[in-house]
């Protein structure tokens, strides 16, 4: 049974594990993880994006404002698949197109807006909010990773999943990692495959 405590993060940061809240991509999600503003909540809590205090506010906003926070969950899910048509773009080697560009640059610049840094003896701490609560909170943490990921000019480490759709990074020392996570997608293919070859062979006899 598909649940958000079973979904893996095998995405390699922040912004690909959010875009890979989709079960898969080929040919279409068959199953979407972010069916409820809670949901959302849920997921931040398991990536470990917002701290305890955060989540509690917006739970409790989502029970006040239901209407609002589905709304929210709706805008939440079109950046998410925003995000994936801009980094599937990369990993295919190709320029996102200009109104995915300028989707992401807008949503870019009003987390930014909520973003600040806190000095402490610890060192620096980048804190994505204030005391109000935003509905779309759970985003500033994923945009940030985005925009980490995008001025790190590693494009070549961008990947995707040929068999999901599931995006990537590949951090293995060849740099050839193949599949979002070889003991299912690539298992998969190596199983279909020994099943062709078997089918093929019994036709040939």
Same mark, same amino acid.
């Given at each position: 049974?598909?649940?958000?405590?079973?979904?893996?993060?095998? #995405?390699? @940061?922040?912004?690909?594990?959010?875009? /890979?809240? &989709? /079960?898969?991509?080929?040919? +279409?999600? %068959?199953?979407?993880?972010?069916?409820?503003?809670? /949901?959302?909540?849920?997921?931040?809590?398991?990536? #470990?994006?917002? !701290?305890? &205090?955060?989540?509690?506010?917006?739970?409790?906003?989502?029970?006040?404002?239901? +209407?609002? *926070?589905?709304?929210?969950?709706?805008?939440?899910?079109?950046?998410?698949?925003?995000?994936?048509?801009?980094?599937? *773009?990369? *990993?295919?080697? !190709?320029?996102?197109?200009?109104?995915?560009?300028?989707?992401? /640059? $807008?949503?870019?610049?009003?987390?930014?807006?909520?973003?600040? &840094?806190?000095?402490?003896?610890? #060192?620096? %701490?980048?804190?994505? @909010?204030?005391?109000?609560?935003?509905?779309?909170?759970?985003?500033?943490?994923?945009?940030?990773?985005?925009?980490?990921?995008?001025?790190? #000019?590693?494009? %070549?480490?961008?990947? %995707?999943?040929?068999? @999901?759709?599931?995006?990537?990074? !590949?951090?293995?020392?060849?740099?050839?990692?193949?599949?979002? !996570?070889?003991?299912?997608?690539?298992? $998969?293919?190596?199983?279909? +495959?020994?099943?062709? $070859?078997?089918?093929?062979? $019994?036709?040939? *006899?």
């Amino acid at each position: 049974m598909r649940t958000l405590e079973n979904l893996q993060m095998v #995405g390699g @940061c922040l912004a690909f594990d959010f875009i /890979n809240t &989709v /079960n898969t991509r080929k040919p +279409e999600p %068959e199953f979407e993880y972010l069916e409820t503003f809670e /949901n959302l909540i849920a997921w931040s809590e398991k990536a #470990g994006s917002l !701290d305890v &205090v955060r989540l509690q506010a917006l739970r409790k906003y989502a029970e006040q404002q239901p +209407e609002v *926070a589905s709304a929210a969950l709706r805008d939440v899910t079109k950046a998410r698949e925003m995000l994936y048509a801009l980094f599937s *773009a990369i *990993a295919a080697g !190709d320029s996102p197109g200009a109104a995915v560009t300028g989707e992401f /640059n $807008r949503r870019l610049s009003d987390a930014f807006q909520k973003i600040y &840094v806190k000095f402490g003896p610890g #060192g620096t %701490e980048v804190l994505f @909010c204030n005391e109000e609560v935003a509905w779309n909170e759970p985003m500033y943490p994923v945009l940030k990773s985005a925009f980490d990921i995008l001025t790190g #000019g590693d494009f %070549e480490k961008i990947k %995707e999943c040929p068999r @999901c759709g599931w995006l990537f990074l !590949d951090s293995s020392k060849n740099g050839k990692r193949k599949w979002c !996570d070889m003991n299912v997608c690539g298992s $998969r293919k190596k199983s279909l +495959e020994y099943y062709y $070859r078997k089918t093929k062979s $019994r036709h040939n *006899a």
